[in-house]
């Protein structure tokens, strides 16, 4: 199978320790990187991805917002600058242990998180990247 990612999911999972908008995000998001962990492909798309789906019910999700999709789009053009390849709708990763790695040492000097500004989450993100990604659930 495949995980469907939007771009500025394939951040978030970088330094994501089991906090979320819901218990029943929080779970989905543990289901999700289980699967990354055991070796599943990412798929990116564009909008609502396999991370969203608990919060779709709700016609004012804030997966769909015009903020979110530019949070995408910076997203996508750091991490395609970091890989010197494209991460864009339709294409495909492969997440292993040296990937992981580059993603989260990108993070950590900050050279990826332009789509992080205004994010309700980046103090934790960057206390967690700070603490050397200790505590995160996506180990490879």
């Known amino acids: 199978m495949t995980v469907r990612l939007r771009a500025h999911h394939l ?18 998001y543990d289901l999700v990187v289980a699967r990354l962990a055991g070796g599943e492909d990412i798929l990116m798309v564009e909008g609502p991805d396999d991370l969203c789906a608990p919060l779709l019910g709700d016609p004012q999700a804030h997966c769909r917002n015009a903020g979110v999709r530019g949070r995408d789009a910076a ?34 000097a900050g050279t990826t998180r332009t789509a992080c500004g205004g994010c309700e989450w980046s103090g934790l993100c960057t206390g967690i990247a700070e603490g050397g990604f200790a505590g995160t659930r996506l180990q490879i």
């Open 75 to 108: 997203a996508a053009a750091a991490v395609t600058a970091l890989l010197a390849r494209p991460v864009a709708a339709g294409d495909r990763l492969r997440l292993d242990a040296a990937l992981l790695e580059r993603l989260r040492t990108a993070f950590r």
């Open 11 to 28: 951040l978030c999972m970088l330094t994501y320790a089991g906090k979320g908008y819901s218990p029943a995000f929080v779970a989905n």
